[in-house]
């Protein structure tokens, strides 16, 4: 079956860095697209950003363009999200997602047929 697993999460403050990193088997990662969703305590799972197949084009949720980047290596099955000049409303568990449809661009959680278990970014003030 599909198993992503994100890594990268963790404490930074407002301004900082971070890269996300997500690894994945059990799919042919090179023939699907992917994505990044984000979840607050209260609030629902939202999208962040997501990649086609080839990495050819990029989708990013207003609220993070410019200073977020997804991008893909397919030779190692991997899917990344650089994530710049942070700030605290970024705060959130960050899930990998994999759409049921493998050309589909996962950009809402119907569409997802997969998601990690999460990682946490908490960016302080």
């Known amino acids: 079956q599909v198993q992503l697993v994100e890594s990268g999460g963790g404490l930074v403050q407002a301004g900082g860095s971070l890269r996300l990193s997500c690894a994945a088997s059990g799919l042919t990662f090179g023939t699907y697209a992917m994505g990044w969703f984000r979840q607050s305590p209260g609030k629902e799972r939202e999208f962040v950003a997501a990649i086609t197949y080839s990495g050819s084009n990029t989708y990013y949720a207003d609220s993070v363009k410019g200073r977020f980047t997804i991008s893909r290596d397919n030779a190692k099955n991997t899917v990344y999200l650089q994530m710049n000049s942070l700030k605290p409303e970024d705060t959130a568990v960050y899930f990998c997602?994999?759409?049921?449809?493998?050309?589909?661009?996962?950009?809402?959680?119907?569409?997802?047929?997969?998601w990690g278990q999460g990682t946490q970014v908490t960016v302080s003030s």
């Open positions: 997602a994999a759409p049921r449809v493998r050309y589909v661009i996962p950009r809402s959680p119907p569409t997802v047929g997969s």
